[in-house]
């Protein structure tokens, strides 16, 4: 081999190594992956209430604002319940208001009807007391006449004996007949003072009658005054009761407001709009539609918050860290690249986040390098026209140093 051949060769050799140590050199402390994509929420917008779809007020791949009217569904069934709910809420204000109304007339009716009890057994027992005052007077009347009774009876008996001897004196005409008269007027006037005497016992044997029956009607009336005070001592309980209700008819407005604030958001969710600024995808409603509660209709995509989810290697975390600088090349639109940095690393690897993960206790185990997804975000006004799409591939580049 000829001196010049030996010295290309040799030559070529420190070119290629040359530029194989500025590639590393280049190179040192950056770590690739191509296993990432764009990513971003999805949002699926479902039907609060159910209904008949009148309007749909997007399409397919529309960009929406805040607020915009997304579908309309049939509202009068919903006006309907509003406007029931919103009776039942006055007719339960308005026994409410009776209730409330009713526990000061309870507590003043009851107060009363407990006084007015307490005083018909004071003046019942008032009664009684004079009734047995009375029982004893007539007893004592009674105790007086007869034994004037005995003593007139005796008084005309003996003029009455009188009048028998003098007759036979008369008779005889041992004595004037003006003092034999004088004995008979005097034993007539005994016997009408006797028989007044039997008449005065009699009507106080009456009157102790009469006395026994207002004492036993006396009676009555202080059992029967005794029965409405025990009636109105349940008054407490009774003024309870009536409070009760009170808070029983409190509780059912406040039920009846709850429910009217259900219809009112029943009637405004026949109205669907965007929750936030995006593009609507995935349309599946028509207007003629029944849908149900809860029913999916479309989703909507938010492109102006989306992020890399890059899936690295395990042996390339080494390095990496949060804030580190990042070149993303997207593969769409000629390789068009965007910056940003480092936001978190996923506490897991993939395959932890997947439907089965791998169950490495088995006996055929094969290590295999697993990837742990490391979240990027691109920095402000680098997408200012939304061309990231969720899903897209890209390239990002860490700069670890």
Same mark, same amino acid.
């Given at each position: 081999?000829?001196?010049?051949?030996?010295?290309?060769?040799?030559?070529?050799?420190?070119?290629?190594?040359?530029?194989?140590?500025?590639?590393?050199?280049?190179?040192?402390?950056?770590?690739?992956?191509?296993?990432?994509?764009?990513?971003?929420?999805?949002?699926?917008?479902?039907?609060?209430?159910?209904?008949?779809?009148?309007?749909?007020?997007?399409?397919?791949?529309?960009?929406?604002?805040?607020?915009?009217?997304?579908?309309?569904?049939?509202?009068?069934?919903?006006?309907?319940?509003?406007?029931?709910?919103?009776?039942?809420?006055?007719?339960?204000?308005?026994?409410?208001?009776?209730?409330?109304?009713?526990?000061?007339?309870?507590?003043?009716?009851?107060?009363?009807?407990?006084?007015?009890?307490?005083?018909?057994?004071?003046?019942?027992?008032?009664?009684?007391?004079?009734?047995?005052?009375?029982?004893?007077?007539?007893?004592?009347?009674?105790?007086?006449?007869?034994?004037?009774?005995?003593?007139?009876?005796?008084?005309?008996?003996k003029d009455a004996r009188d009048v028998e001897r003098?007759?036979?004196?008369?008779?005889?005409?041992?004595?004037?007949?003006?003092?034999?008269? +004088? *004995?008979?007027?005097?034993?007539?006037? &005994? $016997? #009408?003072?006797?028989? !007044? /005497?039997?008449?005065? %016992?009699?009507? =106080? @044997?009456?009157?102790?009658?009469?006395?026994?029956?207002?004492?036993?009607?006396?009676?009555?009336?202080?059992?029967?005054?005794?029965?409405?005070?025990?009636?109105?001592? +349940? *008054?407490?309980?009774?003024?309870?009761? &009536? $409070? #009760?209700?009170?808070? !029983? /008819?409190?509780?059912? %407005?406040?039920? =009846? @407001?709850?429910?009217?604030?259900?219809?009112?958001?029943?009637?405004?969710?026949?109205?669907?709009?965007?929750?936030?600024?995006?593009?609507?995808?995935?349309?599946?409603?028509?207007?003629?539609?029944?849908?149900?509660?809860?029913?999916?209709?479309?989703?909507?995509?938010?492109?102006?918050?989306?992020?890399?989810?890059?899936?690295?290697?395990?042996?390339?975390?080494?390095?990496?860290?949060?804030?580190?600088?990042?070149?993303?090349?997207?593969?769409?639109?000629?390789?068009?690249?965007?910056?940003?940095?480092?936001?978190?690393?996923?506490?897991?690897?993939?395959?932890?986040?997947?439907?089965?993960?791998?169950?490495?206790?088995?006996?055929?185990?094969?290590?295999?390098?697993?990837?742990?997804?490391?979240?990027?975000?691109?920095?402000?006004?680098?997408?200012?026209?939304?061309?990231?799409?969720?899903?897209?591939?890209?390239?990002?580049?860490?700069?670890?140093r």
């Amino acid at each position: 081999m000829s001196s010049s051949r030996v010295r290309i060769i040799a030559a070529a050799a420190v070119v290629i190594l040359l530029i194989v140590g500025v590639w590393m050199w280049l190179t040192r402390g950056r770590e690739s992956t191509d296993d990432a994509q764009v990513d971003a929420y999805v949002t699926p917008i479902a039907a609060r209430v159910g209904g008949t779809v009148l309007r749909v007020g997007v399409g397919d791949n529309q960009h929406v604002d805040v607020g915009a009217v997304l579908v309309e569904i049939d509202k009068r069934d919903y006006e309907v319940a509003l406007e029931r709910a919103r009776a039942e809420l006055a007719n339960a204000e308005a026994e409410a208001k009776a209730a409330d109304a009713n526990v000061p007339i309870s507590t003043t009716s009851t107060e009363n009807n407990v006084a007015a009890a307490k005083g018909g057994v004071e003046r019942a027992r008032a009664g009684v007391i004079e009734a047995e005052h009375g029982l004893e007077a007539a007893k004592a009347r009674l105790t007086t006449a007869q034994a004037r009774k005995r003593e007139l009876d005796a008084t005309a008996a003996k003029d009455a004996r009188d009048v028998e001897r003098l007759k036979g004196l008369l008779a005889k005409d041992e004595i004037p007949q003006q003092q034999f008269d +004088t *004995a008979v007027a005097q034993a007539e006037s &005994s $016997r #009408a003072a006797a028989d !007044s /005497a039997t008449s005065q %016992v009699r009507e =106080a @044997e009456a009157a102790i009658r009469g006395a026994e029956s207002r004492l036993s009607s006396a009676h009555g009336g202080e059992a029967v005054a005794a029965a409405e005070l025990r009636t109105t001592s +349940t *008054a407490p309980e009774q003024v309870a009761i &009536s $409070r #009760a209700r009170a808070a !029983s /008819a409190a509780a059912r %407005v406040k039920q =009846a @407001e709850a429910s009217v604030k259900q219809a009112e958001l029943n009637l405004e969710y026949t109205t669907v709009k965007a929750p936030f600024k995006g593009i609507v995808s995935r349309k599946s409603v028509q207007p003629g539609q029944v849908i149900q509660q809860g029913q999916p209709m479309m989703t909507i995509i938010p492109i102006d918050q989306v992020w890399i989810t890059a899936n690295f290697k395990e042996t390339q975390l080494e390095d990496m860290r949060p804030g580190q600088m990042v070149k993303v090349d997207v593969d769409a639109y000629g390789g068009r690249s965007f910056n940003g940095k480092v936001e978190s690393i996923a506490a897991a690897t993939g395959a932890r986040f997947s439907l089965l993960p791998p169950e490495n206790a088995s006996g055929n185990f094969v290590k295999v390098v697993q990837r742990v997804p490391v979240k990027i975000v691109l920095d402000a006004g680098q997408d200012s026209e939304h061309l990231l799409r969720p899903g897209m591939s890209v390239t990002p580049t860490v700069y670890t140093r």
